[in-house]
């Protein structure tokens, strides 16, 4: 007696138990792991929006150390956003501009190419990554960081070592509760650079001056409603933000407010992660003067 050989289709394999004789064949089908669906399961994980959680400098959870002048342990914030290019390619786009490539395997994301050129249009920056390996658990994320950034007089090298993000949602309504109240920014650290703002003013010559400046006073903030809040600084601006999970960010990208007695102040970007007790937090802006500013280190804490 033969039997015929097996019936593959592309999830099972279906093999006749009784002979052709008989007039209704009994059939078992086992089910295959499918190549597509595996390579499904393994990016899937890693999409989403993703944010840093609080920087920490006992744990050094989030803490990019650099050698560029002033900026030896910077706090990294944001959020990034990653979504699929193919069986297992993935992209990464960060709130501060940059999209990033990486392959997806089974234990983590590595970047793809391993050198990424990025010109950071928020902080006018331009910087390698070398490498940025990501691991995923559920809803918790860890990264590894190795980069450069490019300046006139030389490359500085940074490496995140701690990186930590949580997954959160889109639409998220019951975040901005632990942005609301007023935060009072705290004392200045120059040899940190925690709440020293960076201003680069127009010179003769084709020249820019630069200037640093300490960042006092208080920022309140209300709910409007669902996610959305409304920053209020002392100068008397106001500002609108966007809350997901323990983020909030400029929302609308680009904001100017003009004061009755004084020039328009225009910011381009404002990043704040809180756990509801402590702010870390990124701005940059023009001021009254037309001076382009960066606050890379804002540290405040609720009143």
Request: hydrophobic content about 30%; proline content about 6%; overall charge neutral.
């Amino acid at each position: 007696m033969h039997y015929p050989k097996p019936v593959t289709t592309s999830s099972r394999v279906c093999r006749i138990l009784l002979p052709l004789t008989v007039a209704a064949a009994a059939i078992a089908c086992t089910p295959q792991p499918s190549h597509t669906d595996d390579r499904s399961s393994i990016v899937e994980k890693y999409l989403g929006k993703w944010n840093y959680t609080q920087p920490d400098r006992a744990t050094m959870t989030n803490i990019t150390v650099s050698d560029a002048p002033g900026r030896t342990q910077v706090p990294t914030i944001g959020d990034l956003v990653v979504t699929t290019e193919g069986p297992d390619r993935i992209v990464g786009r960060t709130d501060l501009g940059c999209t990033w490539r990486f392959k997806a395997t089974a234990a983590s994301l590595e970047l793809d190419p391993p050198s990424q050129l990025c010109h950071n249009p928020t902080q006018n920056v331009k910087y390698t990554v070398t490498q940025w390996t990501v691991t995923v658990n559920g809803d918790q994320e860890k990264e590894t960081i190795r980069a450069k950034t490019h300046h006139p007089e030389r490359d500085y090298d940074f490496v995140l070592e701690n990186g930590v993000r949580t997954k959160t949602e889109e639409y998220d309504p019951e975040a901005a509760e632990k942005f609301t109240g007023t935060w009072a920014y705290d004392s200045v650290d120059p040899t940190t650079g925690i709440n020293m703002r960076t201003t680069a003013r127009p010179a003769p010559g084709d020249t820019r001056l630069t200037e640093r400046s300490q960042e006092h006073g208080n920022v309140r903030i209300t709910q409007d409603y669902d996610n959305r809040v409304t920053a209020r600084t002392d100068d008397g601006c106001t500002w609108t933000l966007l809350a997901r999970g323990n983020t909030a960010r400029l929302d609308p990208a680009v904001q100017t407010f003009t004061r009755p007695t004084s020039a328009a102040v225009t910011l381009r970007s404002w990043t704040i992660t809180t756990d509801g007790e402590r702010q870390a937090s990124m701005v940059t802006g023009t001021d009254e003067q037309g001076g382009n500013f960066i606050l890379s280190t804002g540290s405040l804490s609720k009143r």
